[in-house]
């Protein structure tokens, strides 16, 4: 059975960078069940991994959930 997103379903589009995944990690669970990020990966993930990003494998497992 396929389900569809109901008229109030919100899916943001989110590039891919530190603010939006704290953002995502200290949502509320209600609030998390009302959305589905649509995440663009930007080339600053990629270019330097000294820099303080999040892991993004842990973003996603938590956001997944």
Do not use: C
């Not at 209600?30 to 990003?53: I, K, W």
């Amino acid at each position: 059975m396929i389900e569809r997103f109901s008229p109030t379903h919100y899916v943001p589009l989110l590039r891919w960078k530190r603010g939006e995944q704290v953002a995502l990690l200290k949502m509320k669970a209600e609030d998390a069940m009302r959305l589905t990020p649509l995440v663009e990966l930007v080339n600053e993930n990629f270019m330097d991994r000294e820099r303080n990003l999040l892991n993004n494998d842990v973003v996603i497992e938590k956001i997944t959930r």
